[in-house]
């Protein structure tokens, strides 16, 4: 399972660009997508190949459908994963969620996004 939330989390990462320079049809933005399941947490921290532009707390999560195709790794139409990137605060000795940077999502729908 660990190696398919890197892959996820990898692909979330390209889709995440890939949608935000494409100019066709957008993917939906699911209001409730902290209410799903919470798939996995991690913090990048600067120094990290990828700290420019995705250094912060990533949160993932899926919808029911997602989470059967984490099981299985078969992903049917309506699956929905989010990429929630949140910068870091430091607090009285804590490092803190600051405000949010990004919300990335992908959203299997073979005929909309072939």
């Known amino acids: 399972m660990k190696s398919k939330l890197a892959t996820i989390t990898g692909s979330l990462i390209l889709v995440f660009s890939s949608v935000c320079q494409a100019d066709g049809d957008k993917v939906p933005y699911p209001n409730d997508y902290r209410n799903w399941t919470h798939v996995k947490s991690m913090v990048i921290k600067p120094g990290h190949p ?6 912060g707390i990533h949160h993932i999560y899926g919808n029911d459908k997602a989470i059967q195709g984490l099981k299985n790794g078969i992903y049917s139409d309506g699956s929905v994963l989010a990429f929630d990137l949140i910068n870091t605060m430091e607090k009285d000795n804590t490092i803190q969620e600051g405000e949010r940077k990004l919300v990335g999502v992908m959203h299997k729908d073979v005929k909309k996004y072939a």
């Open 50 to 55: 990828l700290a420019n532009p995705f250094q």
